[in-house]
C-alpha cells in the first residue's frame, strides 16, 4: 500500500495522541515549559537528521522567513495556547473539539488567501465530520462539572485553533516547494521563538525529571513533532490544504477511544455514532474530485 493511502491514518492515529500527553505532561512540568524542552529537542535532532540524510537547505532569506513564521503558527502559538488550557483545567477532550473547528475555518479561509474551491461534496463532508465530532464528545460537557471549566482558557484554546488554521494556510501559500526536513527543522526554531519568552514571562520553569518525563518527551518528539508534523506536511504537499486539514475531525472520536482502551473510560452510543459520521465526512472531503467547484 502506497504512502498516501497510509499517511492519513497514521497521521490521525499520531496526532489524536497529543491531547493524552498534554493532560499526561501537566504532572511532570509545567505546560509552556515542557513544550519549550520538546521544541529545543525536535529540533536538534531534525537538524541532526537533515545533516546525515543531506537535506536541501533554502538557499533564500525568504524561504527561511516562512519556515520560521509558519512554525510560529503552526507549533509555537497553536500547542502554546492548547497545552496552557489545558494546564488551567480545560478538559483534552473539550480541547479536541475546539480543534475541531479548524477543518471549517481552513475552508472558509482558504479560498480567500490561495484560491481554493471544494465541490459541494467537500463541503457536506466537512459539515458532516464537525457534526459527528459534536455527537461524539460534546455530550459529556453537559453533564456534572462542566460550569467549572475555565471560559478564558477556553477562549485562549480557541485563539489556538485560530493560530493553526492560518499557519496551515500559511504553510500552503509560502511553502509550496522545499526540504520538508530542513522546513520542519526551521519551524521549530519559529516555535521556540514564540515559545520561550511566553515560559520565561508566566511559568517557573518547573519540570520534575524522571522516567514519566523521558517517555513523554520522546513519544512528543519522535511520534508527533517528527512522524505526525513530517506526515502533515507531506499531506499538505500532496493536496488541498482543506483536504489535509479535514483529518483534524478524526482526532477528538479517536482520542476518546483510546481514552476508552487504555485508561477505562466511559464509550457511550454517541461516541460510537459520531465517530461512523466523521469517518463519512472526512471520505467525502477526501475523495478525488476531478471537477471541483468554481
Same mark, same amino acid.
Given at each position: 500500500?502506497?504512502?498516501?493511502?497510509?499517511?492519513?491514518?497514521?497521521?490521525?492515529?499520531?496526532?489524536?495522541?497529543?491531547?493524552?500527553?498534554?493532560?499526561?505532561?501537566?504532572?511532570?512540568?509545567?505546560?509552556?515549559?515542557?513544550?519549550?524542552?520538546?521544541?529545543?529537542?525536535?529540533?536538534?535532532?531534525?537538524?541532526?537528521?537533515?545533516?546525515?540524510?543531506?537535506?536541501?537547505?533554502?538557499?533564500?532569506?525568504?524561504?527561511?522567513? /516562512?519556515?520560521?513564521?509558519?512554525?510560529?503558527?503552526?507549533?509555537?502559538?497553536?500547542?502554546?495556547?492548547?497545552?496552557?488550557?489545558?494546564?488551567?483545567?480545560?478538559?483534552?477532550?473539550?480541547?479536541?473539539?475546539?480543534?475541531?473547528?479548524?477543518?471549517?475555518?481552513?475552508?472558509?479561509?482558504?479560498?480567500?488567501?490561495?484560491?481554493?474551491?471544494?465541490?459541494?461534496?467537500?463541503?457536506?463532508?466537512?459539515?458532516?465530520?464537525?457534526?459527528?465530532?459534536?455527537?461524539?464528545?460534546?455530550?459529556?460537557?453537559?453533564?456534572?462539572?462542566?460550569?467549572?471549566?475555565?471560559?478564558?482558557?477556553?477562549?485562549?484554546?480557541?485563539?489556538?485553533?485560530?493560530?493553526?488554521?492560518?499557519?496551515?494556510?500559511?504553510?500552503?501559500?509560502?511553502?509550496?516547494?522545499?526540504?520538508? #526536513?530542513?522546513?520542519?527543522?526551521?519551524?521549530?526554531?519559529?516555535?521556540?521563538?514564540?515559545?520561550?519568552?511566553?515560559?520565561?514571562?508566566?511559568?517557573?520553569? /518547573?519540570?520534575?525529571?524522571?522516567?514519566?518525563?523521558?517517555?513523554?518527551?520522546?513519544?512528543?518528539?519522535?511520534?508527533?513533532?517528527?512522524?505526525?508534523?513530517?506526515?502533515?506536511?507531506?499531506?499538505?504537499?500532496?493536496?488541498?490544504?482543506? #483536504?489535509?486539514?479535514?483529518?483534524?475531525?478524526?482526532?477528538?472520536?479517536?482520542?476518546?477511544?483510546?481514552?476508552?482502551?487504555?485508561?477505562?473510560?466511559?464509550?457511550?452510543?454517541?461516541?460510537?455514532?459520531?465517530?461512523?459520521?466523521?469517518?463519512?465526512?472526512?471520505?467525502?472531503?477526501?475523495?478525488?474530485?476531478?471537477?471541483?467547484?468554481?
Amino acid at each position: 500500500m502506497s504512502l498516501d493511502r497510509l499517511a492519513p491514518a497514521i497521521f490521525v492515529l499520531l496526532w489524536s495522541t497529543g491531547w493524552v500527553v498534554a493532560k499526561y505532561a501537566t504532572f511532570v512540568s509545567e505546560p509552556l515549559t515542557f513544550l519549550g524542552i520538546r521544541y529545543l529537542t525536535a529540533a536538534l535532532l531534525f537538524a541532526g537528521f537533515c545533516v546525515v540524510t543531506g537535506a536541501a537547505w533554502p538557499r533564500d532569506r525568504r524561504t527561511v522567513v /516562512h519556515a520560521v513564521v509558519s512554525g510560529a503558527f503552526l507549533h509555537g502559538l497553536y500547542l502554546g495556547a492548547v497545552w496552557w488550557a489545558i494546564g488551567e483545567g480545560v478538559p483534552a477532550a473539550l480541547s479536541s473539539i475546539i480543534a475541531a473547528l479548524q477543518p471549517l475555518m481552513t475552508a472558509l479561509a482558504a479560498p480567500f488567501f490561495i484560491g481554493e474551491r471544494l465541490s459541494p461534496a467537500q463541503k457536506a463532508g466537512l459539515c458532516l465530520g464537525f457534526l459527528g465530532v459534536l455527537l461524539a464528545v460534546l455530550p459529556k460537557f453537559f453533564g456534572q462539572g462542566a460550569a467549572e471549566i475555565p471560559a478564558f482558557a477556553i477562549v485562549v484554546n480557541m485563539l489556538g485553533m485560530a493560530a493553526v488554521t492560518y499557519g496551515t494556510i500559511y504553510q500552503k501559500q509560502y511553502l509550496p516547494t522545499g526540504d520538508i #526536513r530542513a522546513i520542519a527543522t526551521l519551524q521549530y526554531i519559529g516555535a521556540l521563538i514564540v515559545t520561550v519568552p511566553l515560559a520565561l514571562s508566566l511559568e517557573n520553569l /518547573h519540570v520534575d525529571f524522571g522516567w514519566a518525563f523521558v517517555a513523554l518527551l520522546a513519544w512528543s518528539v519522535l511520534g508527533i513533532s517528527m512522524g505526525a508534523i513530517l506526515l502533515l506536511l507531506y499531506l499538505l504537499r500532496r493536496g488541498q490544504v482543506s #483536504r489535509a486539514a479535514s483529518l483534524i475531525y478524526l482526532v477528538p472520536p479517536i482520542a476518546a477511544l483510546q481514552a476508552a482502551a487504555i485508561f477505562g473510560e466511559e464509550l457511550t452510543i454517541p461516541m460510537i455514532l459520531g465517530t461512523l459520521i466523521v469517518v463519512v465526512g472526512v471520505y467525502l472531503t477526501n475523495r478525488e474530485d476531478p471537477a471541483p467547484a468554481e
